[in-house]
């Protein structure tokens, strides 16, 4: 039996005060290798927090976090990034492309420090990009493409180190319903793959394109299905 790719154990994450602030409470969450998970929540529910934790960018105050069968309290910080780097696809609501490199690039510079050699890394830019349909715009500027072409481009560049898990952050928030939709086709397409998906969002819409859907309200989370 195969470790799932996220267990988190009765975990809390509070900010400290005056008045401390318990942005999680005791979360328990198992998500396995394939799952398509969504995490609906209204703003100040713990979204954000739960992200920076399930993306290594945050360290629970109580509790654990295994992500892919390891215990990363017991990770220093740069073991963190390294793990972060070869686990972990981030997708953000602002896209977050670099505005003076190609799309090319952009996808790229996801695996600099890979050790994989450049035209091996190159080979993977084209297929990600071919993946999501962007061929056609690799010598473009982010500036110069629609938004929905934008978050193709940041998708592409958060799968191209084939990560565990990917993460995505309200990813349709920037895009109008039908480009949006775009994405989210592009998120099953990925799923069907194989991939492991966790979608955080405040849209009802989003969250009930995942083929499992849990509700995080006041930092606690329960099932919807
Ligand atoms: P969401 O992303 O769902 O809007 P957040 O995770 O950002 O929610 O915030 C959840 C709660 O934790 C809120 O009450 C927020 O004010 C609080 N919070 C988040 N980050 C911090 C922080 N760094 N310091 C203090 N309180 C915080
Ligand atoms: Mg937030």
């Known amino acids: 039996m195969t470790a799932p790719v996220v267990e988190l154990v009765n975990v809390t994450r509070s900010f400290p005060g005056p008045p401390e602030v318990q942005a999680l409470k005791s979360v328990n969450l198992r998500v396995e290798r394939g799952d398509y998970l969504s995490i609906v929540g209204p703003s100040g529910s713990g979204k954000s927090t739960m992200l920076n934790l399930l993306g290594l ?3 629970p105050s109580v509790g654990e976090y295994h992500l892919d069968g ?11 990034a390294i793990v972060r780097g070869g686990t972990i696809g981030f997708v953000f609501q602002a896209f977050h492309l670099l505005p003076h490199r190609t799309v090319l690039d952009n996808v790229l510079l996801a695996t600099l420090y890979s050790g994989v050699p450049r035209a091996e890394r190159e080979d993977r830019a084209r297929a990600a990009l071919d993946r999501v349909k962007l061929n056609h715009r690799l010598d473009f500027l982010p500036g110069t493409l629609s938004g929905g072409e934008r978050q ?3 998708v592409a560049r958060a799968v191209v180190a084939s990560p565990e898990l990917l993460l995505a952050d309200e990813p ?3 895009l109008d319903e039908a480009t949006g939709g775009e994405v989210m086709d592009l998120f099953e397409e990925l799923h069907a793959d194989g991939l ?3 979608v955080i969002t405040h ?12 509700r995080i309200t006041d930092g606690r989370l329960s099932e919807l299905s």
């Open 196 to 198: 492991t998906l966790i």
């Open 152 to 154: 193709r481009v940041a």
């Open 203 to 214: 849209d009802q819409v989003v969250s009930d394109r995942a083929e499992r859907r849990v």
């Open 70 to 80: 390891r215990d990363t309290s017991l990770l220093d910080e740069k073991q963190r």
């Open 57 to 59: 960018l945050d360290r």
């Open 172 to 174: 349709t928030g920037n």
